[in-house]
């Protein structure tokens, strides 16, 4: 691989996100201190709802939500095959199953018209996944989660400030999941949130990220079982810095988009994002595919040459259920074709807030001679 002439992604930090850490650096609150509860009332605010619980990833956020409403051992929880692991893993913390739901092959999130089919007896939550900052029709998702009883826990870690119908995702369910890893729309270094309306399960958020402690109880005195999945006041200072200028990283985020979608709208060989006419998406990761004639073989072929050129990209995401532990479970290629057709041709190329046009260019120029190589 050539020298990296063009990162994935980058964060972007100012002078007054490095200010907000040091000050907590002055300070003997390090941890569980001030600005971990001044961060969760911002994004409680942010998100209308009534509480968030701050926590070390997403990740961990999405294993409090299973293990607060119960899950075990010959649970189901339906989810997409095509995400970030952590979606389907946090059922397997637990001891429960994840259920897969093929994905529509031109959003890339879970085809709604497939949940219904899945849902068993055994279904003990719905987990939708808003791709890519795309969400998911959740008035779909929402309407078979009321008639069966089933509660829905929205994974937005890819879609904070997405819109849909008005309203922003994360805000149907009966609880959602954001993430703030260093490749997202806004960041805390490491770190993720849970949001909801729900009082108790909040409270059981708290005790369960903080050692399984109830609030009020001594440091060394632990209701149930817990974790260490707490945010440091370092992070929250970061968070709270970054989530004032949110829209702004938004913004930026569908300029990139807007560029790229220009640049590469006559490039035959490849299949582009669709518009999103349903409210606002909020950028992620800028994902194209390659056309259908196109193999797997062919796609790392053209990842590989854009490395040799010193362009970062990667393939988002290998199917959930062809990593070599999920066949463990039973799961097998073929069983989801139209995600493993998607995931076989996809090319997330560099994309962040601060991304020049310069930087741009280069990408897709590097882009089309790779393409002109296969």
């Known amino acids: 691989m050539a020298d990296e002439r063009v990162p994935l992604a980058r964060p972007d930090i100012s002078q007054d996100d490095i200010d907000a850490v040091v000050s907590v650096l002055r300070t003997p609150h390090l941890s569980l201190g001030p600005k971990l509860p001044e961060f969760e009332q911002a994004f409680a605010s942010f998100m209308g709802l009534a509480r968030a619980v701050a926590v070390n990833s997403g990740t961990s956020a999405l294993h409090l939500l299973v293990r607060a409403l119960g899950l ?3 649970d ?5 095959p095509f995400t970030f692991i952590a979606s389907a893993n946090c059922a397997l913390f637990e001891g429960a199953r994840p259920v897969f739901v093929d994905i529509d092959e031109t959003t890339w999130n879970m085809d709604a018209e497939r949940i219904e ?6 279904t003990k939550l719905l987990l939708p996944v808003h791709i890519f900052g795309r969400p998911m029709p959740m008035d779909r998702v929402m309407k078979i989660g009321l008639a069966r009883g089933i509660p829905v826990v929205e994974d937005a870690c890819e879609s904070i400030g997405a819109t849909y119908q008005g309203r922003l995702a994360g805000a149907f369910g009966l609880a959602t999941t954001f993430a703030f890893y260093p490749n997202k729309q806004m960041t805390t270094g490491e770190g993720g949130m849970v949001v909801t309306d729900d009082e108790h399960l909040a409270d059981l958020c708290v005790s369960l990220r ?5 609030a009020g109880a001594g440091w060394l005195a632990h ?3 817990g974790y260490n999945y707490r945010l440091s006041d370092i992070n929250c200072a970061l968070g709270i810095s970054q989530l004032a200028r949110l829209g702004a990283f938004i913004e930026a985020r569908a300029g990139v988009a807007e560029r790229y979608l220009e640049q590469l709208a006559d490039i035959e060989e490849l299949v582009l994002p669709p518009p999103y006419t349903d409210g606002k998406m909020s950028w992620f990761v800028f994902v194209v595919r390659l056309a259908d004639r196109f193999t797997q073989e062919q796609r790392d072929a053209v990842l590989a040459d854009l490395r040799d050129q010193g362009i970062t990209c990667s393939n ?7 990593q070599p532990f999920y066949a463990d479970l039973g799961y097998r290629p073929g069983d989801f074709p139209v995600c493993e057709k998607v995931a076989a041709r996809t090319l997330a190329l560099p994309f962040y807030n601060r991304l020049t046009e310069a930087d741009q260019d280069l990408v897709v120029e590097s882009l089309k001679s790779a393409l002109r190589r296969l």
């Open 72 to 74: 075990g051992p010959g």
């Open 316 to 322: 988002y995401f290998t199917p959930v259920h062809l």
């Open 76 to 80: 189901e929880m339906i989810t997409s």
């Open 210 to 214: 903080n050692q399984g402690r109830d």
């Open 223 to 225: 209701a149930r079982l």
């Open 117 to 122: 089919p899945a849902v068993t007896g055994n």
